[in-house]
């Protein structure tokens, strides 16, 4: 039996959630603490100019870089095989239109934008400018897909359409009907407040990382959802008052002295998600490339001999790195083409079970994904759907000492690692102050972020912590000294951080 625990992890510089299922880290999000992303939203946006030549046109959202609408984010759902792609963008420049983004703005480029607007709930899509009904692929019992099928048909409305999603499985009629009628009065009041309006604004909120992702993995098997911000969970709550209301019992506060990364063990599994190699637990590995255009997954054999017949041994060590494959894929949210090479099998019966194996684990992802069949070279693509950051994009910066050619932890990042050290040295009330040496620039960082003003004025406020820079220790080291006396002997120019 499953046992999950979902942990929301709030700090200065950013935000995560954990999922872990008996103790492993099954899903881990990590978003920038008011990057304000815009994935979801729902603006009354100004056409600035249409460019018929590339079936495109800029709208201004208010975001000082023009989105970008193509002809093709203005025609029929692409899963209703009647869809027609128009000639044109019916729009000219000056009117206002009803825009949500898809894509976050990259560097200069500003974001993705549609006309075809849905609105995600806990168990269903509403689409109110389709008509269309669907059922996740995901759900392959076809009695269920049709007696869900039947159930949206019902319940759609005219000229608007309706997804379930995969925890559908888990819902009651009733509480899919209960949602429908939510999302469609939120469409009401999203189209009231677009025709009272004449000005780029706006209109709907799809909500931050938090509260999509713990909507989104909470199930039926979820023990409880610890969260370490009182605020965040006071908002958890309120808002799952609404969506659902069963699960408002499960926000917890996390309050313990022991830090919530020390004591579930995050740090040291996020670690081996920010490198290259991955050891499977039989002595292969994983070694990870990344490039602009795609991302290569190495398979090796390494230290693994297995049994005496080559064959075989490649075969369960192919088995082996499929299941860890799919499962690094997702924590490390790998998005866009990934190029498998596998350990080359001559025999057809374990390339299919191999690719069985790989296919039932990616069913588990709930971002989009697609599996092709594996070449005569040993070689399987996969195309995922991109949804927000890589987490090595989050959590990794360039070396500053090699001009970018390798990566080193962030700073955030960092002093997250450093804020685990510090809550388990001080557990020990004999600890009166710590001498913290790390490199200059992270400890510029610590001060100029003000990182630990919350712990040094409530949990740590009786101790002292003395920041040392030094230019011999690496960008991704640090070096906690406790002391254990009122009057300490610190080194010279250190700076006190509180």
């Not at 001060?447 to 040094?456: A, E, G």
């Amino acid at each position: 039996m499953k046992s999950d625990i979902i942990l929301v992890d709030i700090q200065q510089g950013t935000s995560s959630i954990s999922l872990l299922q008996n103790g492993e880290l099954k899903e881990h999000y990590v978003e920038v603490r008011e990057s304000n992303y815009i994935t979801g939203n729902i603006y009354c946006g100004k056409v600035v100019n249409v460019l018929q030549g590339l079936q495109s046109a800029f709208v201004d959202i208010g975001r000082g870089r023009n989105g970008f609408l193509s002809v093709e984010e203005t025609m029929d759902h692409k899963s209703v095989m009647e869809h027609v792609i128009p000639k044109q963008i019916r729009a000219k420049s000056g009117d206002y239109i009803l825009v949500q983004a898809t894509k976050e703005e990259i560097g200069t480029k500003g974001a993705r934008l549609t006309t075809n607007i849905s609105l995600a709930g806990r168990y269903v899509v509403f689409l109110p400018t389709l008509d269309f009904i669907g059922v996740s692929n995901k759900i392959t019992d076809e009695q269920k897909r049709s007696e869900l099928m039947s159930l949206l048909d019902k319940n759609k409305g005219e000229g608007t359409g309706l997804i379930a999603r995969t925890i559908c499985l888990e819902a009651k009629k009733s509480e899919i009907i209960a949602e429908i009628k939510l999302l469609k009065s939120q469409w009401n009041n999203i189209i009231k407040d677009f025709n009272n309006r004449h000005t780029i604004c706006k209109i709907y909120d799809d909500g931050d990382i938090i509260f999509r992702t713990v909507r989104d993995i909470l199930s039926s098997h979820t023990e409880a959802v610890y969260c370490n911000s009182l605020p965040e969970c006071e908002f958890l709550r309120d808002k799952l008052k609404t969506y659902n209301p069963d699960f408002v019992g499960k926000i917890r506060l996390y309050d313990e002295q022991t830090d919530m990364y020390e004591k579930y063990g995050i740090i040291a599994q996020v670690d081996k998600l920010l490198q290259k190699k991955v050891m499977l637990p039989s002595g292969g590995s994983l070694v990870f490339d990344y490039t602009e255009a795609l991302t290569v997954i190495d398979v090796n054999t390494c230290k693994y001999c297995g049994c005496s017949n080559h064959e075989e041994t490649v075969f369960n060590a192919n088995l082996e790195a499929a299941t860890e494959i799919a499962r690094q894929i997702r924590l490390r949210n790998i998005g866009g083409i990934i190029i498998i090479d596998f350990i080359d099998m001559f025999n057809e019966e374990h390339k299919r079970l191999v690719m069985q194996r790989l296919s039932e684990e990616m069913r588990f992802d709930r971002t989009k994904t697609r599996v092709a069949d594996m070449t005569e070279l040993g070689l399987v693509e996969v195309t995922r759907k991109k949804t927000g950051k890589e987490l090595s994009t989050i959590l990794l910066d360039k070396c500053p000492h090699c001009e970018g050619t390798a990566l080193t932890y962030s700073k955030d990042y960092m002093c997250r690692k450093i804020k685990v050290a510090l809550s388990k040295c001080f557990l020990d009330s004999t600890v009166t102050g710590v001498s913290l040496k790390v490199t200059a620039s992270l400890g510029d960082y610590m001060i100029s972020s003000r990182y630990f003003d919350y712990f040094c004025s409530n949990e740590w406020i009786d101790k002292r912590i003395y920041i040392t820079p030094s230019d011999s220790i690496d960008d991704d080291k640090f070096v906690l000294t406790p002391y254990y006396e009122d009057v300490i002997s610190i080194p010279s120019k250190s700076l006190l951080l509180y």
